[in-house]
């Protein structure tokens, strides 16, 4: 009995220390996000912010991670600093200790005080992991420094992270990130140690040179797309320089945290190399195994796969009259396709048709079509009084996230049977297509 009972008091703890390993921290409460941090040093410890908070001010929310393994999990928390100087770092990690940051946005609204010397806002000495973190910097100030530690090599990880208006320095490794202007080589942070950059799969675009200082070393992985060759990245490691990447602003696209949105045209798309593409983006979609996107967006991810969501939007004929247009939108969780078609009859009478077909293969399509008749607009109000009436059946092959094509059989006279090809003239915003 007493050996029971003491396996059960051990059990009792057991369980008590793995739920004091797990801290939350309300929403802008600074100084438990500091004692939490420092608790890090007695066990591993899990922070999780509150979900979509707001905590100001790095001196005020800052912390130096002395010692022992910490999780920061921002949960879609913003970290803002709005203080008159850019002196004060938000994260210190020193020598021993290690740090992994998700889902977090940093932003630096600090201005450079004159004479002073700004300081980085993250700085390492020890093990540092930024997973899905965005990053806008003021664009003077130095946001990461990784102090290079002679026989340790970097330690600084980056994967689906996004940079804009930030100077990183040091050693780091970057997989899946996109950086916009920004600068990747500030320089070596230790006297008479030079910094190695390692990029992979990484989307990178400056009006400026990327890499204008030269003071680190940049080793490609392959999979990079830059705006300009800066940085040592050149087609024979397997990147690509193109000069207009036309990306828009940082939003929200889903996932915790902004992100920069490509779409199914852009250089960026299936550029990855397989080996270094992360399982999912910086919104939690999943990426394309085999040539997944660089940058830390992946169009088409996930449910945006051309067999899942991706086929939803609108499809035209290029060349012809305005007023034909098919639209296919899937429907519940199941195989329905719904499809409308805009056309005209052959004496030239505009045509609605439209069927909930169902997907029967991986990309092909089969709908019964029908017509809405004898309705009639009702003043001020909608239309009554029509009624469907059967049309015929349509198949459309997918054959790419731009092309499909189109068959139609109709037993009506004025409609008869035929094909054509269809272009995609616009894709579901933030859902977009992989194929």
């Known amino acids: 009995m007493l050996r029971f009972i003491l396996l059960l008091s051990l059990i009792f703890a057991v369980d008590q220390a793995a739920t004091a390993a797990v801290v939350r921290v309300a929403d802008g409460d600074c100084t438990a996000l500091q004692n939490a941090v420092a608790q890090a040093g007695v066990s591993p410890t899990t922070v999780l912010l509150a979900r979509n908070g707001n905590y100001l001010s790095?001196?005020?929310?800052?912390?130096?991670?002395?010692?022992?393994?910490?999780?920061?999990?921002?949960?879609?928390?913003t970290i803002t600093s709005r203080e008159l100087c850019a002196i004060g770092t938000a994260i210190d990690v020193e020598t021993g200790a290690s740090l992994t940051v998700r889902n977090l946005q940093l932003i630096d609204q600090t201005?450079?005080?004159?004479?002073?010397?700004?300081?980085?806002?993250?700085?390492?000495?020890?093990?540092?992991?930024?997973?899905?973190?965005?990053?806008?910097g003021n664009g003077n100030t130095t946001f990461v420094s990784t102090l290079d530690i002679p026989t340790v090599g970097p330690n600084t990880?980056?994967?689906?992270?996004?940079?804009?208006?930030a100077g990183l320095s040091g050693s780091f490794e970057a997989y899946n990130?996109?950086?916009?202007?920004?600068?990747?080589?500030?320089?070596?942070?230790?006297?008479?140690?030079?910094?190695?950059?390692?990029?992979?799969n990484s989307l990178l675009f400056s009006t400026r040179k990327i890499c204008p200082f030269g003071g680190n070393v940049i080793v490609s992985h392959g999979?990079?797309?830059?705006?300009?060759?800066?940085?040592?990245?050149?087609?024979?490691?397997?990147?690509?320089?193109?000069?207009?990447l036309n990306?828009?602003?940082?939003?929200?696209?889903?996932?915790?945290?902004?992100?920069?949105?490509?779409?199914?045209?852009?250089?960026?798309?299936?550029a990855g190399v397989a080996q270094y593409c992360e399982a999912t983006d910086a919104r939690g979609v999943t990426r394309n195994a085999a040539n997944c996107d660089a940058g830390a967006y992946e169009t088409g991810g996930g449910l945006g796969q051309l067999t899942q969501n991706g086929m939803n939007g609108l499809y035209y004929v290029p060349g012809i009259a305005n007023g034909h247009y098919v639209s296919l939108q899937r429907v519940h969780d199941n195989k329905d396709?719904?499809?409308?078609?805009?056309?005209?009859?052959?004496?030239?009478?505009?045509?609605?048709?439209?069927?909930?077909?169902?997907?029967?293969?991986?990309?092909?399509?089969h709908a019964s079509m029908y017509r809405n008749l004898g309705g009639v607009l009702q003043p001020g109000g909608p239309a009554t009084g029509a009624k469907a009436s059967a049309w015929g059946?349509?198949?459309?092959?997918?054959?790419?996230?731009?092309?499909?094509?189109?068959?139609?059989?109709?037993?009506?006279?004025?409609?008869?049977s035929g094909q054509f090809a269809l272009t995609r003239l616009a894709f579901e915003s933030a859902i977009n297509c992989g194929d």
């Open 58 to 77: 790095f001196s005020g929310c800052g912390f130096s991670l002395q010692k022992g393994n910490l999780t920061l999990e921002g949960n879609g928390s």
């Open 111 to 136: 201005l450079t005080c004159m004479g002073g010397i700004p300081s980085p806002r993250i700085r390492n000495a020890g093990t540092l992991s930024l997973e899905n973190v965005t990053v806008t």
């Open 157 to 165: 990880s980056m994967r689906n992270t996004t940079w804009m208006y």
């Open 177 to 200: 990130s996109t950086f916009v202007s920004s600068t990747l080589d500030s320089g070596a942070s230790s006297i008479g140690m030079q910094s190695t950059v390692s990029l992979s």
């Open 223 to 244: 999979g990079n797309v830059a705006s300009d060759s800066s940085c040592g990245l050149s087609s024979s490691a397997g990147d690509k320089i193109v000069s207009d």
């Open 247 to 270: 990306l828009p602003a940082a939003s929200s696209n889903g996932g915790l945290v902004p992100t920069i949105q490509i779409g199914y045209d852009s250089p960026a798309r299936h």
């Open 337 to 365: 396709v719904m499809v409308f078609w805009d056309t005209f009859d052959n004496q030239g009478n505009q045509a609605w048709i439209f069927g909930v077909g169902t997907l029967t293969s991986d990309r092909h399509i």
């Open 393 to 416: 059946t349509v198949d459309i092959d997918l054959t790419s996230c731009a092309a499909a094509q189109f068959n139609y059989q109709s037993s009506l006279p004025d409609f008869g």
